[in-house]
């Protein structure tokens, strides 16, 4: 009889955290893109166009890195914000090869997020035309070092969620413990 209120009372007490969790893991993330994902172009794409499943905002100034092989690294022009959808101009110049987007981005909820879409192209891409994008609006070329992850100002980080879950299992376990000895 102990060991069923005990087990009810562990049943709530985890039914409780994970509804009260719920809300904190529902991030949002990247939807589709243009190009997508895997994708072989035959000619490079003169705009990008990324779609998430929520709100965002740019990072920082430049959220979108286009690189390729030997070295290749495409002009990326002002990105602009609509809602869900972040698009850009770029001039792509290189070999035919793997490229890979590259973006960053802040979602409604304040959590910053980066990822990447890699994509081919069947041939090389021409070299510049007179409509490259200004130098106010060109990409500075990408770092070889990883970007560090980011904690947005006003996040708590999430050592301090599991450390706060933790406590709140441990917590339900002593009541639930100390209500089962009570009644026997």
């Known amino acids: 009889m102990r060991f069923r209120r005990f087990g009810a009372s562990l ?3 985890g039914l409780a955290l994970l509804g009260a969790a719920s809300p904190a ?3 949002s993330e990247l939807k589709s893109s243009d190009p997508e994902r895997g994708a072989s172009l035959a000619t490079p794409p003169t705009q990008i166009k990324l779609t998430f499943t929520g709100p965002v905002t740019l990072a920082d100034d430049h959220p979108i890195q286009i690189t390729g092989p030997e070295n290749a690294s495409w002009t990326v022009g002002r990105a602009q914000v609509a809602g869900t959808v972040v698009t850009a101009p770029v001039q792509a110049v290189g070999p035919a090869g793997e490229y890979t987007l590259r973006y960053k981005v802040t979602f ?3 959590h910053a997020a980066s990822g990447s879409v890699k994509f081919n192209l069947s041939a090389p891409a021409a070299a510049p035309s007179s409509q490259v994008p200004s130098s106010s609006q060109a990409q500075a070329p990408p770092s070889s ?5 980011q904690t947005p100002e006003g996040l708590v980080p999430s050592w301090v969620w599991i450390v706060l879950a933790v406590a709140v299992v441990v917590a339900g376990l002593v009541v639930a413990l100390r209500f089962t000895r ?3």
């Open 11 to 13: 049943l709530v007490t």
């Open 182 to 184: 009570r009644k026997d």
């Open 25 to 27: 893991l529902a991030h």
């Open 108 to 110: 409604e909820d304040s």
């Open 145 to 149: 070092a990883a970007p560090a992850p």
